[in-house]
């Protein structure tokens, strides 16, 4: 088979580029053949790309394998005039944090407390009145219409952010773009069920993970630690110095107490009893401490990798760091703030490094130096080296491969750009080996089906739909902080194999009313010349002989497609 | 027997349709094998495990509650006893008999040896089986298929009656997420059947490996499948009436999965409703409401299965307890220490398991809830090395060493 030389030569090409600044010495690193046939091209596609839609194989090969993967590496010189004014629908995707709390969540907010409020003086009547009937009934659905609209339009947010998420990775010509966000996001993930993270998706996408897919790791990483969405999925808004915190509520506990044994103060019964009220209310939100959940997963996750290098005592050093990076209103749609009460001052020694404690808004700047060691250790460089190669060369990359791409990480002060590219443009990436080794996510195969069919997306809820649920990858909905695995293992088993087959029977079917599939141009029939072109477009004509004989025998264009799209063949990239 | 009923006609309608003989045979070992099947259920939103399994005994159960607390014996709405201290919820009556006979074991102030309060963490750590590990990825269930993978093994050894996968069974092992068994395969209208064979073939040529067992499983499943939903729709036995929700629904769909000897070894349902912080009500209201469809679904599982129960064990669970004091709202917050039930013919029920720590302020959990006196792993333990077949949990629940033997299963 053709494909099966790509990987042997180790093509040196001269190809015009438009960026001067790219380094001659590492475009002559580049193994990205200067002459590839259909099934390379289709291999780039399904990498740098969520798949290729009807034309792509032949666009790539007029403007050049090498220039495609550059273009893509630099997704500010592309334009994407239609996904631009497609996303114009969806306002709140542009909404500062602020204007989405006062908008939203803040009235939200105001209302839910109002109504416990209520809620709780209808219970005491009905105590009163010895009813006990009238306590049945679920109290979701005692909420006054008003606050049922309110929420509808707060969870407006969040759908508008996953239409956009799958119109982008289907229609935005920025592919690499989409790709890293996803894989970024992941990486960083949070869920969009624990609490209030829903309220920081918007935001905690656009501006901790958008910005920085191909920029440095390290802002990339201080904006997250910045960001709501992450300090309350991982809980470190509520991580305080046990003993500030403990302090603090202590002298609360101390004055109430002084005041209701004072003789001399004046206290009504109705006084004492609020008082008492709010004793037990202080005592109950009495600061549990540390939290240790942020600065695990900083490490074990976002930073050094599970086997970086690091203690659990300084898991435990690195929450003392962070004491103090919360929310301001996590109930609220507040903002990332500093609280110095509720830092720990002290003296710290992470990885072998003493940070020195700060009093006061200095405190922050300890966190800070933490991200900067973290950011530059060897382990991260590794370990992030390892997490692209996975994404785009096999499940299993090759050692050689993690260590040159840990290298440029290292050399260019952590330069995603930079990491990336090492990794497109690699003999390993076009080797024999990584050719159709990965099989698609959930994600990519949705996608990469609606790229294939040319799918005009109306309203990408039946999408969205189908990821949450038949095909059991919610956008959003990672529950663990490791992120949705990203191997085969994870995603094939037998529900989920029916259910990909019936996303291609729907989606080229026409049921999904919301997304239209032109069925009579892209196969006005059954004919070989049309069997020939389409797996060519999709699959770059290669198909097992027990595939062609099924499409061979279907029996319309709508069958046809779904054949291709459900096939083996089209579940790898 | 049902069974043997449906293997019969089973294996003719299979055979009629051309389908490949070897399952069949697979299925009838299957059958002679009389498989241990284990039914897990996760009562999500953390249920009040007080209200549930009622210490009446206690003079600090009806101090701390009194709008909610329910009567005792013998009164109206009162709880029915179970040994002279402890009752169980009036509307769950069913499953007081169950108790009597000894088919029905309760193991009180149970829980999670973490202090979270939080639903989304709990859940996960009773359901990966780590608490206070978040970055397991897998659930204990799975653990447990992984570690006995056998040949026999079916593409229904372990299925979910969830939409989505639950994250106990998420893992290695292969498991199966359906809603609704008739809904289970190729949806293409008139076309399902040529489409089906049609995918089958391509699967059966596949390059990837993985990709080719898989699609062989799933078609194999299908096709198993067809079988039990020719067969019209399922009746229940012994007069057994299942309640019309979704619970009800799902515990009918692992009864008829069990008797149509599919291979059945573990089985998932879920029900929510539980979070009652608002007027839980006490013999009557919203509590009793979701206990009166739990317990008439339990019941009706039990007596539809009927002598089959003799390989079944069920058993419930929920993330956490609620506060031992009722709140301003006639409800209870999120708490600590539950209750689960284990039930089935193996089960040396009629015994509510567990040392009670006593509702004395001084007794509670952080002075609020009902302390966790057996770690809810010390029941899966039992569940897993004595009801089914592993030799150890060391795999299943990594870094834990059972810290008592409660003898539920003997």
């Known amino acids: 088979m053709s494909h099966r030389t790509i990987g042997a030569i180790a093509v040196f090409v001269a190809f015009t580029l438009a960026s001067q600044w790219h380094a001659a010495a590492q475009k002559s690193d580049s193994a990205v053949p200067s002459d590839p046939d259909a099934p390379t091209i289709l291999h780039a596609l399904n990498r740098v790309a969520y798949g290729p839609r009807p034309g792509d194989i032949d666009r790539v090969r007029a403007m050049g394998l090498a220039a495609y993967i550059d273009q893509q590496l630099h997704p500010e010189t592309i334009p994407d005039p239609a996904v631009d004014s497609a996303l114009a629908a969806f306002p709140t995707l542009t909404m500062s944090e602020e204007q989405l709390a006062e908008k939203y969540y803040r009235p939200l907010e105001a209302m839910r407390r109002d109504q416990q409020q209520k809620q709780a003086k209808a219970a005491a009547k009905t105590a009163k009145a010895g009813d006990v009937a009238a306590a049945a009934g679920d109290p979701q659905a005692q909420l006054p219409p008003e606050m049922r609209a309110m929420r509808q339009d707060a969870a407006s947010v969040l759908q508008n952010l996953m239409q956009a998420r799958i119109i982008r990775a289907v229609d935005s010509e920025r592919q690499l773009n989409e ?270 089906a609606a790229r294939a069919t040319g799918a005009k997306i109306l309203v990408a809820a039946p999408i969205v739909q189908a990821l949450r649920t038949s095909l059991g990858m919610p956008l959003y909905g990672c529950q663990p902080p490791i992120g949705y695995k990203t191997t085969a293992d994870a995603w094939v088993n037998t529900g989920a194999l029916l259910a990909r087959m019936n996303f291609a029977l729907q989606l080229v079917g026409n049921q999904q009313r919301a997304i239209r599939v032109d069925v009579p141009s892209l196969a006005p029939d059954t004919s070989e010349a049309t069997r020939t072109r389409l797996v060519g477009q999709m699959l770059a004509g290669q198909i097992s002989s027990s595939t062609s004989a099924t499409l061979a025998k279907a029996p319309n264009p709508q069958q046809l497609l779904a054949l291709l799209l459900g096939s083996p063949e089209f579940q790898k990239r | 027997m049902n069974r043997r009923i449906f293997l019969k006609n089973g294996t003719m309608a299979m055979l009629a349709l051309g389908f490949a003989p070897q399952f069949i045979t697979k299925t009838v070992q299957a059958a002679r094998a009389r498989r241990k099947v284990l039914v897990t259920i996760f009562q999500r939103g953390a249920v009040d495990g007080l209200s549930m ?83 397991t990825r897998d659930g204990w269930l799975n653990r447990y298929l992984h570690a006995r993978e056998h040949a026999d093994a079916t593409p229904f050894r372990a299925v979910s009656l969830t939409q989505q996968l639950p994250r106990s069974l998420q893992g290695p092992a292969p498991a199966l997420a359906m809603a609704q068994i008739s809904r289970f395969g190729i949806q293409a209208g008139r076309q399902t059947d040529t489409m089906q064979a049609d995918f089958e073939s391509q699967y059966a040529a596949a390059a990837d490996q993985l990709l080719g067992t898989t699609g ?138 567990g040392k009670w720590p006593g509702l004395a302020p001084e007794r509670r959990y952080e002075n609020r809830d009902l302390a966790v006196t057996t770690d809810f792993r010390d029941v899966f333990t039992e569940l897993v090395t004595k009801h089914l077949d592993a030799q150890t949990t060391a795999t299943i629940f990594p870094g834990f060493t059972p810290t008592q033997r409660l003898g539920i299963l003997g």
């Not at chain 2, 619970?247 to 008829?256: L, R, V």
């Not at chain 2, 079944?312 to 006639?330: D, I, L, P, W, Y």
């Open chain 2, 216 to 353: 062989k499983e799933a078609f194999d499943a299908v096709k198993m499948l067809k079988g039990v939903n020719a067969a019209g729709p399922y009746t229940p036995a012994n007069g057994a009436e299942y309640p019309r929700s979704g619970f009800g629904d799902a515990m009918k769909q692992i009864a008829e999965l069990i008797k149509s000897d599919l291979g059945l070894e573990v089985a998932f349902a879920e029900l929510g409703g539980w979070d009652t912080h608002v007027q839980q009500g006490n013999g009557n209201g919203q509590l009793a409401n979701r206990l009166d469809d739990f317990a008439r679904s339990l019941a009706a599982f039990y007596a539809d299965m009927g002598e089959g129960m003799a390989d079944v064990v069920v058993v419930t669970m929920s993330e956490f307890g609620r506060a031992v004091n009722e709140n301003g709202n006639r409800g209870t917050d999120h708490g600590h220490g539950n209750a689960m039930m284990i039930m089935g013919g193996p089960v040396k029920g009629g015994k509510v398991y």
């Open chain 2, 53 to 135: 399994i009622v210490p009446y005994g206690e003079e600090w159960y009806y101090k701390t509650r009194p709008s909610i607390g329910i009567p005792k014996p013998g009164a109206e709405t009162g709880v029915v006893d179970l040994d002279g201290f402890f009752g169980i919820h009036p509307k769950m009556a069913p499953l007081a008999e169950l108790f009597h006979r000894h088919e029905l074991a309760i193991v009180h102030a149970c829980g999670s040896p973490d202090p979270t309060r939080s639903h989304f963490d709990a859940q996960d750590y009773m359901e990966s089986g780590t608490p206070g590990v978040k970055s």
């Open chain 1, 179 to 448: 790709v890293l966000v996803d894989f970024w996001f992941n990486h960083f993930n949070v869920y969009a069920q624990k609490g209030v993270v829903n309220e920081y998706l918007n935001t905690y996408e656009r501006d901790a993970i958008r910005p920085y897919v191909l920029g440095h790791f390290r802002d990339m990483l201080g904006a997250v630690a910045h960001s709501p969405a992450m300090l309350f999925y991982l809980d470190n808004f509520q991580s305080a110095d046990p003993q500030m915190g403990r302090r603090g509520a202590n002298q609360q506990v101390e004055q109430i107490e002084r005041r209701l044994n004072n003789p001399r103060a004046r206290v009504t019964p109705e006084q004492r009893e609020q008082a008492m009220a709010r004793l037990e209310q202080v005592k109950k939100n009495m600061p549990r401490g540390l939290n240790e959940n942020y600065a695990r997963e900083l490490m074990e996750l976002h930073t050094l990798g599970v086997d970086g290098g690091y203690t659990q005592k300084d898991v435990q050093e690195v929450a003392r760091v962070f004491t103090g990076w919360t929310i301001d209103q996590p109930r609220g749609g507040g903002r990332f703030i500093f609280r110095p009460a509720m830092h720990d001052p002290g003296t710290k020694v992470v990885l072998g490094q003493t940070i020195a404690g700060h009093e006061g808004v200095d405190g922050m700047r300890e966190g800070e130096r933490v991200l900067d060691i973290l950011a530059m250790h060897p382990s991260t460089a590794k370990h992030i080296a390892f997490e692209l190669a996975q994404r785009f060369v096999s499940d299993t990359p090759p050692p050689t491969l993690v260590d040159r791409a840990a290298n440029v990480y290292l050399a260019t002060n952590g330069d995603l750009r930079e990491v990336t590219r090492a990794i497109l443009t690699s003999p390993e990436f076009f080797s024999v080996d990584a050719y159709r080794a990965n099989v698609k996510t959930p994600l990519e195969f949705a996608i990469s």
